[in-house]
C-alpha cells in the first residue's frame, strides 16, 4: 500500500521558516521523482518544486525561487521542503507527489496535505 504522510506545517508569522516532510512507503522511494504542490483557498494546486530519484536535480516555481529548499533522504524514503522568508502569500496546504516507477510503468501518488498559514 502506497503511503504520502506530510508533517511539519503550521503557523509562522511573516518573515519565518518551516520545514515540511513527506514520509513515502510501499514503492522504491530511491527510483521516484518527487515534488511539493500547494493549493491556497479558491486556487488551483500548483507545482512549488521538484527533485529527481537521486535528488541531483531539482527546480522551482519562480515565486519561491531563493526562499525554498527541496531535498531528500534516500534512505529514511523522506522528502523535504525547507521554507524560509515565508509571506502571507505562502499560505496553502501543502501536498507531497510523487511519480513511482513500476515494473508496467509510472503512477502518481498524492499525500493527504498539510497546512501552513502565514499571518501575524
Known amino acids: 500500500q502506497v503511503q504520502l504522510v506530510e508533517s511539519g506545517g503550521g503557523l509562522v508569522q511573516p518573515g519565518g521558516s518551516l520545514r515540511l516532510s513527506c514520509a513515502a512507503s510501499?514503492?522504491?522511494?530511491?527510483?521516484?521523482?518527487m515534488s511539493w504542490y500547494r493549493q491556497a483557498p479558491g486556487k488551483e494546486r500548483e507545482l512549488v518544486a521538484d527533485i529527481s530519484s537521486r535528488g541531483d536535480r531539482t527546480d522551482y516555481a519562480d515565486f519561491v525561487k531563493g526562499r525554498f529548499t527541496i531535498s531528500r533522504d534516500n534512505a529514511k524514503n523522506t522528502m523535504y521542503l525547507q521554507m524560509n522568508s515565508l509571506k502571507a502569500e505562502d499560505t496553502a496546504v501543502y501536498y507531497c507527489?510523487?511519480?513511482?516507477?513500476?515494473?508496467?510503468?509510472?503512477?502518481?501518488?498524492w499525500g493527504q496535505g498539510t497546512q501552513a498559514t502565514v499571518s501575524s
Open positions: 510501499g514503492f522504491t522511494f530511491s527510483n521516484s521523482a
Open positions: 507527489h510523487a511519480e513511482a516507477q513500476w515494473p508496467w510503468g509510472i503512477r502518481n501518488y
